[in-house]
DNA sequence: CAGGATTTGTACGTATGTATG
DNA sequence: GCATACATACGTACAAATCCT
């Protein structure tokens, strides 16, 4: 891995773990330099890395500020799993249960939404995400199966993201995402912990490869006082 | 300006005339360093920088390749007011109405979070967005007074950033936003039409300046129904 | 297929500018 | 004015991915 990569993982951890207090000043480039025997122009790519990822401010001429980030967050611009995401909040307790994995012919509203033919094989995929002992997002994944093949319950259970670029080397190019609130459904009151909740914040995900494939549609569902989106728009 | 923005900005510009064209391939950094007289470190920040932005993409090894603008354009990088946005998803017009417009003291809490000096004086004004009949989105802007000279409440019933970016020609250089839910407050029951609704989705933005410095603060409460957001996430 | 050429990625060092206290 | 800390810019070297002969 990179330095400058080492250097981001390991300052993230430090901040995550509570060694970096929210609020607190980061040691200077020249301290890190030394701490982590690097270039300064190594140290500040992983500086511009945290303050991307929203774990840091810099200030000109005052110093680098850890951010605090006490709820759960989806922080990048870029497509981000949830399961990255998750990763980047250890410290808290994150579990991920595989709820459903059933290989099931693209229902008709899908293949019309996906432009597929119709009969395509997919994955359908309930996956619960468990923070601090309640059970407060369901994911629902259609995967096309030709193109995510050797998917397992298993996979399913870490990083299915991990998975597609890594192992199977796929290019992600672009997500479309939606954002609403919609009424709470069976399916959301059988998986998870809603309390009187009535409503849940739904993110449709349309996911394309460099060819302009679709390979997935997911929505993931969030209950009310558990979700929070952050990005950076910018001209 | 800085010479890497100044590169950045003349490519950006040579994409969007169609001088260089989608899909094709930008000169390489060494070209590039002898065309902008810059060293091989200054372009590439220029190109870090447009590919964040969504203009192109690098590959190692080939090169950075223009991407298509249609798929920019539906993004909402643009930093356009949240209701304005909305209006134009649903292809019809959505009537503003200023309920307050006041000349204050920065409150603790925004001076805070704003880095300004305690004392600053900021327009506080309130407008409420009315759709079919029901008042669903109460928009709350927190402006730095210096920043925004001659702000009317006249202005404040069009369009603030058409005053701030035309009248003024102020150049604004990145938003932050969250999205969250929250209950609904005294102020959201005396603007909005809430009926049972006692949550509201609350969009947060804090708007800044090439120079760093941030210019305003706002809320934009949205009624659970009345709420959706969508972008476009590139890799 | 080998190997060199091209292109982007990483890392180091140095110097100077700008903001803050 | 001075010290500290981040920002910009230049130059150099080598690594890694890709392309081409």
Chains 1, 2 share one sequence.
Do not use: C
Not at 2 to 8: E, F, L, V
Not at 20 to 39: F, G, Q, R, V
Not at 187 to 204: C, K, N
């Amino acid at each position: 891995m990179a330095k400058y990569r080492q250097i981001y993982e390991r300052l993230a951890e430090r901040m995550k773990t509570g060694e970096y207090a929210a609020e607190s000043k980061l040691p200077s480039e020249t301290e890190l330099m030394h701490e982590y025997e690097a270039s300064r122009g190594t140290v500040r790519k992983a500086l511009d890395l945290l303050q991307e990822h929203g774990y840091v401010r810099k200030h000109h001429g005052k110093g680098v500020f850890v951010l605090r980030r006490d709820q759960i967050e989806f922080q990048f611009n870029g497509i981000v799993s949830f399961s990255e995401v998750y990763a980047s909040m250890l410290g808290r307790s994150i579990q991920t249960s595989v709820a459903s994995f059933e290989d099931i012919e693209a229902p008709a509203w899908l293949a019309d939404r996906m432009n597929l033919t119709p009969g395509t094989r997919m994955f359908r995929i309930e996956r619960v995400r468990n923070f601090d002992g309640e059970n407060v997002i369901l994911d629902v994944n259609y995967f096309v199966k030709d193109l995510v093949p050797g998917l397992t319950e298993e996979i399913a259970a870490q990083s299915i993201y991990a998975y597609v670029e890594h192992e199977l080397g796929m290019q992600i190019s672009y997500a479309k995402r939606k954002i609403a609130a919609e009424d709470v459904t069976e399916l959301d009151r059988l998986r998870l912990d809603l309390h009187d909740y009535e409503y849940v914040i739904v993110i449709t995900n349309d996911t394309f490869l460099y060819e302009g494939r679709q390979f997935e549609y997911t929505e993931s569902r969030h209950r009310l006082d558990k979700f929070q989106f952050s990005d950076v728009a910018r001209r």
